[in-house]
Nanobody, 118 residues
């Protein structure tokens, strides 16, 4: 099994920055991609960004393009989400995810709260 441990969430003012990190352990040999989802209060989780194990392919939610950057460190089995120019609408619980096949995410972290004040 794969376990995902997140860190870096917190409270930040609009326009500020945060960097989320997620370290994978366990059966990491099976990971094909890692990424992030987020869930705002009362809403369903939605895709934010992901990156393949090689780091060569990334994808982003349209509303975060140009502001968020995802990266992966294979040696540390860790994925990062650098979030710049944060907006109040970015407020959500952010979940780290990992896939064992393609980009079908079957492993989820516990979630970390990101709150952006106006």
């Amino acid at each position: 099994q794969v376990q995902l441990v997140e860190s870096g969430g917190g409270l930040v003012q609009a326009g500020g920055s945060l960097r989320l990190s997620c370290a994978a352990s366990g059966g990491t040999f099976s990971i094909s991609a890692m990424g992030w989802f987020r869930r705002a209060p009362g809403k369903e989780p939605m895709f934010v960004a992901d990156v393949t194990w090689s780091g060569r392919s990334t994808a982003y939610l349209d509303s975060v393009k140009g502001r968020f950057t995802i990266s992966i460190d294979n040696a540390k089995n860790t994925v990062y989400l650098q979030m710049n120019s944060l907006k109040p609408e970015d407020t959500a619980v952010y979940y780290c995810v990992a896939a064992s096949t393609g980009r079908k995410y079957n492993y989820w972290g516990q979630g970390t709260q990101v709150t952006v004040s106006s």
